[in-house]
Each structure stands twice: as structure tokens, then as C-alpha cells.
């Protein structure tokens, strides 16, 4: 994943206009979200069908035809590389971290905790609530469901409206939508919650990725996406520590303190993140 995230993402950069490109970024998270979906599925399927190195089988045949599809239909992009990007220093090259794209990076970074968070609490969620493993397993999944359909129209709302707006509110919304979880009482108010999660992350990660792109520096494409792509891994990472840790004094703190996260990336993102597109140019 770290070969290839960035370096799709640098292609998609290079390869779409900024008047379209929160559209086609939508379409490539979505994508991503279709896989983390259908993965387990299929994973679950064969492994109750045919035992266990099959699901591993059909994962490396799905590999070898993205990479046949890849070689087929991807032509590689060329850029300019200015002279700072070329030789060793390239690698440690300080100058792609602008304000701009940490802010953006936290604001994915906050959201993928956000919404990680119920990972690991899965056994605490179902005997508070008093639920069994698939109404879990239907809360979780309700959040990529929701993403899912909104992901690619509010990609392409942030082509129209702006980056900035969207993200701001999708942080704003995520943030009691996370700290309302750990004061569920029943199973409809988390699912319930898990949408407005969805439709606030799907808000935030279109928007995001073409805000990078637009804001990145020819010849830096993929070592400053990568910088986002870090930022969404390490949230996913965290999240599920960070709520394993703080659940223990008071059930509610984890999910309280990623709401606050949540807001505090909104303040970060309006003060420091510049707007890339002109709503006066396109009326």
C-alpha cells in the first residue's frame, strides 16, 4: 500500500483538471471504499465454502488482474521535476510540508479515528446495548454504505462549491455524530449515528485528496499525497488504541475526545488551508 497509494494518487493529480478533479477523486475513494467492503465478504465466503488458503488464493488473482488491468490502461504520466525534487535530498525534501497540506492531513487523520474508533470496542458496544455480533457487524458497515453513495456527488459539489467549505462542515458534523456514540442506548441510535459518520466522511475525503492535488507542488504530487495517505493510516491505526485506552475510566471519552479532535481539525483547516477554487469563476 505504501508503493502504490501514492503513487495512484500523484497519477490521479497529474492526469485530472482542477475544475473536475474533486469529482474524480470521489470516484477513486469510492473505489477504495468498494474493496474494504467487499473484501471480507468475499474473504468470509470462501473460507466457510472452501476452507482457508482459498480466500488468500482469490486475494492474490484479484492482485495479478489489477496489475494486468494497470499495465494495460494506465499510461504513466510525465512531470517536471524542479531541481530540489532530483537526488537524495528529494527523499527528505522539508519544503512539501506546508501549512496546507498538514492541516489537510490531520483533517484525515481525525476522521479516520473518528470513525475507527468502534473497532475495537465491539465486545463492550454489543453488551451495553444488548445486541448480537451481525447488529454490530450492520452499524459498522452502515458508515461505508452511506460514504459509498455520497462519496462521488459531494466530490463533485466540491468542484462547484469550493474544497474548504465541505470539509469544514464534515468535520463539524462528524464531531457529535462521534461523541454522541458513546451515549447510545440502543442499536437504531448507532446505526443512525454510523450514517451521519458516513455522510460527514464522505464530505471530507473527496474534497481532501483534490484540495491536496491542487495545492501540491509540480515534481512533489506523490511525496505530498503520501503525507495524506499517512495522516488516514495512522488514524485508522489509532483510533482503536486511543479508544481502548480511554474507554476504561469513562465509556463516553474516547468518543468525546474524538469529537473534539474532529473540531479542532475544522479550526485548523479554516485558519491554515488555502481555498483552491474561485466560486466567481464558475458563475
Partial sequence: MALTI???LAIMTV???????GGSMGVYTASRMVGFAIGPLIGGFLYDAYGFDPAFYAGTGFIILAIILVQAWIKDVECEIPPEGRGLSSFFNMSVLTAGIIGLAFATFVMASAFSMLTTLEPQINQRLNQSAFTFSIAFSSLMVSRLILQIPLGRLSDRVGRKPLI????????PATALIGYTMTSLQLIGLRIIQGIASAGIAAPVFALAADLSKKGSEGQQLAILSMGFGLGIALGPLIAGILIAPFFPLPFIIGGIMALAGALIVYRYVPETIDRRDLL
Fill in 6 to 8: 501514492p503513487a495512484s
Fill in 15 to 21: 492526469a485530472t483538471r482542477k475544475e473536475t478533479r
Fill in 168 to 175: 469544514i462542515a464534515g468535520l463539524i458534523v462528524i464531531a
